[in-house]
């Protein structure tokens, strides 16, 4: 009897045929992980704080002073909350706000100020740490709004503006120079500041959003890039195109690690150090992604940097969803993507969850007592100031989710899958093989049910034997009967445990050839 061994999980590859990607590789995976030379199950989410008043569309973080507070904005208006109170910040002066059915918010905190922007409505800032609510930015311009606000140093940096009416697709506009919880003093150049305002671009394509590297500022359109410097003197500002062949999908698609970018381009994903470029979804994930993305709601597309777990999460409403409801997860250490389901959400934020929480409490949980147990000391305090937790919008329920938190999603199991097809046991596709057993090397907390399935033709229907249970903790192998030239496997946890996959091994029989 043969051995066939498929080494340490390295990550899916939807785009390639599976008689082409080393066995390593999985064709169709979800609500998975890899790292540590392993595929795991993701870790699920929890409802926290009190409700928002608000389906919310977007959240930051505010810290000042011992208070720590969530600013989340809605489709009209814009609350603060502490975790258990919901506080309306919406402008007393200039009305509920105009958010576009197909866009979002973007925000900064500038100065230690936070500022909000709809790309409709004037800029939104707290005027000062004390203030009580947003109103439209200090100094800003009359009759002026842009598509996105960033900050680069001490400077505010407005693109793709819209003065009196009057589009300007690729102007971008900066005020003076400010610090120490101020706000720029103008935002129109004179001798006695270093204000000012440019057009960028030699092309068709408009800026969409921008970003610092560190030293730089990178400005995106929809088809280039550009690199914005700081020089001085009577110009402030240099700008020199980048990249004439890249630029991002909507606004919110980049983010920095390790003094790069992680962009979603117009069709890629690319990292980039302001030098040079290079696409990582390239004959891996990227067709699979960008076919299907909701083509109404794509601009909600956002990517959100887990840094805990080194994880670039691109987050996106599927065809037919308004909402985000899939993530595809890049993690940049060892190169590998996998995908996670989402709960309708428009935003995911770093920040401390579960402020001025003094202990962890069986009754304000929503999962169940085994989800807790694996990750929770019972009396502990609810958050470390300098422990960065992951929060979620949930916009289709009108929730706040912490992300990456227990074993299911919110009180409900979820299904962790992982498949391959189209093993050639022997590297002979003419020859037919019979599959006898499977060692899963693996562990976890409980059953994982465990497939195999064969076809005669490598993309054919593979017809799968009846799950077999597989526990890590009292099993070694299982009987797995399936005959074929192509042969498939498939793994599923749907309970609320965990579960992680180091490879195995397949002993099978070879019955002739075809």
Known sequence: MAVFQAGLPKGVAKDINNLAIPAEFYSHVNNVRFGDGAAKKISGHDSVFTAPSVAPYFLINWTTGTNSYWFYAGAAKIYRTDGSTNTDFTRASGGDY??????????????????????VDDPQCLANTGASAFTDLTNWPASTTCKSMRAFGNYLIALNLTESSTIYPNKIRWGDAAENFALPSSWTASATNDAGSTTVGDEGDFIVDGLQLGSVFIIYKEQSTWLMSFIGGNLVFS???????????????????????????????????????????????????????DSTNYAKTFV???????????????????????????????????????????????GIVNPGASTVVWSAQSQSW?????????GERGYNPADMSTLMAGTSNTKFFRGDYGTDFAGANFTM?????????????????????????????????????????????YTYSNPQSFNPNTQNKIDAR????????????????EFELNGYDLEYDIVGER
């Open 304 to 350: 959100y940097h887990n840094k805990s777990k080194s994880e670039m999460w691109v987050c996106y409403p599927q065809i037919g969803s308004t909402n985000c409801d899939k993530a595809l997860i890049y993690n940049y250490i060892n190169d590998s993507f996998s995908f996670r389901d989402l709960p309708g959400i428009q935003h995911i934020a770093s």
């Open 370 to 378: 085994i989800a807790y147990n694996t990750t929770e000391t019972w």
């Open 482 to 497: 399936s005959t074929g030239k192509y042969i498939a496997v498939k793994f599923e946890q749907t309970t609320n445990k």
């Open 98 to 119: 105009s958010l576009t059915a197909t866009q979002n918010w973007v925000g900064i905190v500038y100065n230690g100020l936070v500022i909000l922007n709809n790309g």
């Open 239 to 293: 700008f020199k195109k980048l990249f004439s062949d890249s630029g991002v999908l909507s606004r919110n698609c980049v983010a920095e690690f390790n003094n790069q970018h992680f962009v979603v381009t117009q069709g890629d994903l690319i990292i980039h150090n302001g030098v040079s470029k290079k696409s990582v979804a390239n004959n891996t994930v990227r067709r699979e992604l960008f076919d299907n993305i």
């Open 417 to 461: 899958t992982l498949e391959r097809k189209g093993l050639v046991l022997d590297k002979n596709p003419n020859t037919v093989v019979s599959v006898r057993k499977m060692t899963p090397r693996g562990s976890g907390t409980g059953s994982v049910n465990v497939y195999v399935g064969s076809s005669m033709t490598p993309n054919g229907t």
